[in-house]
Each structure stands twice: as structure tokens, then as C-alpha cells.
């Protein structure tokens, strides 16, 4: 017994139900329906040939060495290396000083920021204090 499978790359009625009705619904998916009927034969072989092509880039990436992060590989000459852990090593502490020295003026120009908003804050408030009533005003009462 020959089994076919309901939705498949041909013009069946099943496929071009489906074609009408991703047309109706959204008419990229008619058209990708479309492409399916036509080329969808081909799909198969195209995934096998990305996959063959994807294994063998992985492979030479894991012959080149890859494995290791980027430029911690050694040269084979001991000099060089030892020089260059150092220099790696200088870098970092001098990144470390940046950082400290970034976070200490974050800090003093969110107090800096602070002070100037709290001297705002008291002109508005001193500026707005009642102002004690005279006598020559006159009263609503009489």
C-alpha cells in the first residue's frame, strides 16, 4: 500500500485550499504556499546541502583551533608570550583604574546634582513663604 502524505510540493486540492486560504488570511502565506507547490521538492536536497556546508566549516574551525578565545593562543616563542601576558595584565589593571575612576565621578556628579537641585529646592521654598499682612489691606470681613 502507497502512502502520500496530505500536504505535499504538487497541486493537490489540499495544497490549493491552503494557497487560497493563506491568500484570504495574510497574502504572503498564499504566496508561500505557492512556493511551496513548486519548489518544495527541491527543500530536502538544499537542507542536506546547508548541513553539509555547515559541518564542514564547524570542522575547520575546530582544526584552526578555535576552541581557545581569541588571541590567547601561544606562539611558541616563550619570550614573546611572557610578554604579552604582561602587557594583557597591565591592560587590565588599567582598565580596572578607569572603571574605579568612572564609578568615584559618577558619584561625585550625583551629589553635585543633588546639591544644586536641594539649592533650587530652598530658593523655591524660601520665595514662596506667606508674607505676613498689613494693615492697610483690606479684609474681606468688614
Not at 97 to 105: T, Y
Not at 113 to 124: G, T
Request: glycine letters at 6%; aromatic letters at 10%.
Amino acid at each position: 500500500m502507497i502512502s502520500h502524505a496530505l500536504i505535499r510540493p504538487a497541486w493537490t486540492p489540499a495544497t490549493i485550499a491552503l494557497m487560497v486560504v493563506g491568500f484570504m488570511i495574510y497574502w504572503p502565506l498564499g504566496l508561500a504556499m505557492i512556493a511551496y507547490i513548486l519548489w518544495g521538492d527541491r527543500l530536502e536536497a538544499f537542507r542536506r546541502d546547508v548541513n553539509r556546508s555547515t559541518d564542514r566549516v564547524m570542522c575547520g574551525f575546530r582544526r584552526a583551533g578555535m576552541r581557545r578565545p581569541f588571541g590567547m593562543e601561544r606562539t611558541g616563542n616563550v619570550a614573546f608570550d611572557d610578554w604579552r601576558e604582561k602587557e594583557l595584565a597591565r591592560l587590565d589593571e588599567e582598565r580596572r583604574k578607569l572603571h574605579e575612576a568612572s564609578e568615584e565621578f559618577e558619584s561625585y556628579a550625583r551629589e553635585l546634582r543633588r546639591a544644586k537641585d536641594q539649592e533650587e529646592f530652598d530658593r523655591f521654598m524660601a520665595s514662596r513663604k506667606p508674607r505676613p499682612s498689613t494693615d492697610s489691606e483690606p479684609t474681606i470681613d468688614g
